[in-house]
């Protein structure tokens, strides 16, 4: 073999040596491209997931008296899931509740036991969106326990000498009970009317009445303290519970996340739970 041809061969080795070397070279910092890449793309995912801000300060509900047990149960599950917030409640009559808001009194939510309630609030441009309906509530006759005075339809509340007390007719109950009176065409003189479905239920409790006509839940809520009796023209006055976020909300954000918990189906199987019906 000449010189010629061994340094020609020799020429050739270098240059497949070097070109494999800027090949490697090449792959490596294609692949470490790559890597880094893959790295930040890593980190704007994770970036982009993050939760929503942390929810904090006091949830201020106006809701009507009947669903006090149900918003009591879901208002201690809200403060578990979001540790920094806390619910603070206003139950009472829909109405004396609607007249409180529109005149100004800070809140955050309200949850009415009519729509009829609720178009006060709405009317006067006090709520943030459209109101929604949650839950039904139907009515129930409340004796004493034992129903000593053989109380078995809404006729019988007519009986003379019988103690009955009803719901003003302001209030959702009480308006429930005069449609359902006024269908079957009785008259029915209580000995009192009172503010709220409550204040109607306690009145069986402590012996002072002999009968009242609340809601289901209100019923089951007393357990042994009341005794219960269904009748017929119930369900032809049936009260749908509307719930709204209000528009000078103090604290929208917390406010909306409770609203979301009372529609779930966590917050729908406690309300179901204590005798509301599906909306």
Known sequence: MTRSVRRTRRMLQLAGAGAAAVIALSACSSSSDSTDSSKSTDSSHFS???????????VTVFAAASL???????????????QGAKVSFNFGGSDTLAANITSGAPADVFAAASPRTMAVVTDAK?????????????????????NPHKVS????????????????R????????????????????PVSYEQDVKGALTKVELKEADAAVVYKTDVRAAG????????PESAGAVNDYPIALLKNAPNAEAAKA???????AEGQKVLSEAGFLKP
């Open 48 to 58: 982009g997931t993050s939760t929503s801000p942390k929810l904090s300060g006091t």
């Open 68 to 82: 006090k047990e149900s918003f009591t149960a879901l208002g201690k599950e809200f403060e578990k899931q979001h």
């Open 126 to 146: 006090d709520t943030a969106g459209t109101p929604v309906t949650f839950v039904r509530n139907q009515l129930e006759i409340a004796t004493v326990p034992g």
């Open 153 to 168: 339809s809404l006729k019988d509340l007519t009986k003379a000498g019988l103690k009955v007390v009803l719901c003003d």
């Open 170 to 189: 302001t209030v959702p109950c009480g308006a429930a009970t005069q449609k359902a009176l006024d269908a079957s065409r009785l008259k029915l003189t």
């Open 224 to 231: 042994d303290k009341v005794e219960g009796v269904e009748f």
């Open 258 to 264: 409770f609203i979301a918990l009372v529609r779930s």
